[in-house]
Every structure is written in C-alpha cells, then in structure tokens.
C-alpha cells in the first residue's frame, strides 16, 4: 500500500473517491472501477495543496524504492576479495579437485568449468592458474604433509626440489641405478624405479616421494656405499637427511 495513503481516506459512499484528511477535499482515485485506482491524484494533491505533508511523504518513500535496491545490485555484481574467507574456501575446494581427479592446472582456465561458477557463485573469481601451481598447490601439500607427520621445519617445495635432485640423479646415472637394483635383489625387493614426477600434475609429485620412501633405506645403503667406493657417483648433497 503507498505510504500517501497516510493522509486519505477512501470514502464511506463512494470507493473510487479517496476523502483528504487534512482539507477533506474528495479526489478521485483515476476510474470507477477498481482495476483503474491508483494513487496518482492523491500525490498530486499532496504535492499541490501540503507541500510540507508531500516533503514528508518524498521523505519517507525515497530511501525503500531507490536507493536500497541500487545498492543490492552493486552488491551482487561486486566480486568477494580473493583473500576472504569464503573465495580462500572455494579456491582451495578446487585445487582439492584438481588434486583428487588428478587433472591438469589448465582446468581452472577451462570455459565450461567457468561458466559453471559463474552460475554458482557470481562474486567469485577464478584465481589464475599460475596462483593454482605457486600458492594453492604447495598450500594443499603442505597440509597433507603436515597432517601425515612428514614435514617438520622444512618447506614442501625444499622437500619436492631434493626429490626431483634424487630421482634425477638416478635418471642420469644408470651406474646408480644398477646399484639400487643390486640392493634390491640383494634383499629379494621387488625390482623397482623411482618416479620422476611431472610439475603440472599434483599426484605425480605424490609418487615420486612415496617411490623415494619405499627405497629410502636403500639409498641410504647406497650412498653410504657410495663413500666406500667412487665418490663422484655419489647422491646429491642434502639427499639423505
Ligand atoms: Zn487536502
């Protein structure tokens, strides 16, 4: 109902006439049917006759049209900071994705994927892949280390470049890799090489550390062997802490 209605009244005889309650004047309400009411008239007399009545009215109605419902639409369109809680929790849901479906870091820039946002949550915007392979990523890692009790002081990318120094040692040196399969027959192990993992996939970094744990007696063997022996084939610094 208008809020001009505060200062009519509709009269007792007759429904399309709308009484003035502050000069008691009758003002039609546009037609004689229903359907045809409106309020246009009543404005327009207040706006005539009370100026001061009408500035309250102007008042009182300006704030609950306009203006609220401007600022719920900028709202809307208005992006979250990437650093609020609700963009950080949705950024790491998809590198959690990412990881547990093993897909490629180019899926964050994929159209149908970001369409797909897009509908679920306007105000969210999509980290670049970039900020997936240098921040989340080692994020996420970070957390599973932590959780499993492997990382104490040491950062996981320091963790991942020693790994990557170790199997690419291995790689490059099959004196070394035949020593490591010596060992392992020597042991009755099965016969296996370590993996190399690929940057943009987050579970081959996971292999190659588990295949690096599973061997990780033997390369201490090894590079112990290695002193005793020729010390150019010997691991990397830093390898066997
Ligand atoms: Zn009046």
Redesign the pocket.
Known sequence: MSAVWKYFQVDDKNVSIAK?E??K?GISRGGKEKAAFNTTNLIR?LKN??PTQYNEFTQATQPRTSQPTLQDLFKKREKMPGDSAKAQTITAKVAQMIAMSDLPFAFVENPGFLMLMEHIEPRFEMPSRHYFTEKALPALHKKIFDKEGLLSQRSVTEILANARKIVGHFKHSPLAYSRLEDIQMDLHMDIKRLQQDVQTRWNSSLYMLQSLLEQNGLLVCLQLSALYTSSTDSLPMGANE
């Open positions: 003035c502050l000069c004047l007399h006759k009370h």
